[in-house]
């Protein structure tokens, strides 16, 4: 009795045994597997991004292509008009030449952003006047520099000008082709603020008179 007793014992610690030996091994291989599909899973992850990126690069290459060809036609196109314009204007005499340089260089007077009329004489409404003298100059210099050069105003545009008081601050603009400098004023209700631009600016800007009138009312 004792005997079997003890072959039983022996048999329940040989299943218990074999029964841990099965759950670790299962651990084990459960382990291994989510590893193998962690794995797997960042594989994926870099395949995606690795086309994501792939695909990014080509666009950005049609993209860089398809400027590079803009930019030849643009080349092209505007030497094609330097050409035709030197053969048009290869009769013009030096005042006729200097006429048209004139008309490339555009000059404005602005109050607030307004152009100012003919007559010169600008009604606002606000406490903050803003005087603003802008030259602004074609993208592409059609005619040779040195006749180019002469259709600009004399000097400094922005000393065609003259104030009979100082503004409370000054501040210029400057881009390639349009560059500017404006000139404010703080004012009351019914100040007025009176300046002059010179004979030349005055012609290039189409003003009847070179005395200009800003009322606040």
């Excluded at 030197?86 to 607030?112: F, G, M, P, T």
């Excluded at 003919?118 to 210099?141: C, F, H, L, M």
Aim: proline letters at 2%; glycine letters at 4%.
């Amino acid at each position: 009795m004792q005997i079997k007793g003890t072959l039983i014992l022996t048999a329940l610690s040989i299943i218990v045994f074999l029964s841990g030996c099965i759950d670790k091994s299962t651990v084990e291989n459960s382990a291994k597997m989510d590893e193998k599909d962690t794995l797997k899973q960042l594989i994926e992850d870099k395949d995606t991004h690795i086309k994501e990126l792939e695909q990014k690069n080509k666009e950005l290459q049609d993209t860089v292509q398809n400027i590079k060809t803009d930019l030849t036609y643009t080349k092209e196109e505007a030497n094609f008009y330097n050409q035709m314009i030197e053969e048009l204007i290869a009769d013009y005499s030096n005042a006729q030449l200097k006429d048209l340089a004139k008309k490339l260089w555009d000059y404005e007077l602005e109050v607030n952003g307004s152009p100012v009329p003919s007559d010169g004489i600008v009604e606002v409404q606000k406490n903050t006047i803003e005087i603003s003298v802008i030259e602004r100059q074609p993208a592409y210099a059609v005619l040779p520099a040195d006749i180019f050069m002469q259709g600009r105003i004399s000097g400094n545009y922005y000393e065609h000008i003259k104030f009979t008081s100082n503004p409370s601050e000054t501040y210029n603009t400057d881009g390639t082709i349009v560059t500017g400098i404006h000139h404010k004023f703080d004012v009351e209700k019914g100040d007025t603020i009176s300046f002059s631009v010179t004979e030349e600016l005055q012609k290039s800007l189409g003003l009847d008179t070179s005395e200009i009138t800003i009322k606040n009312r």
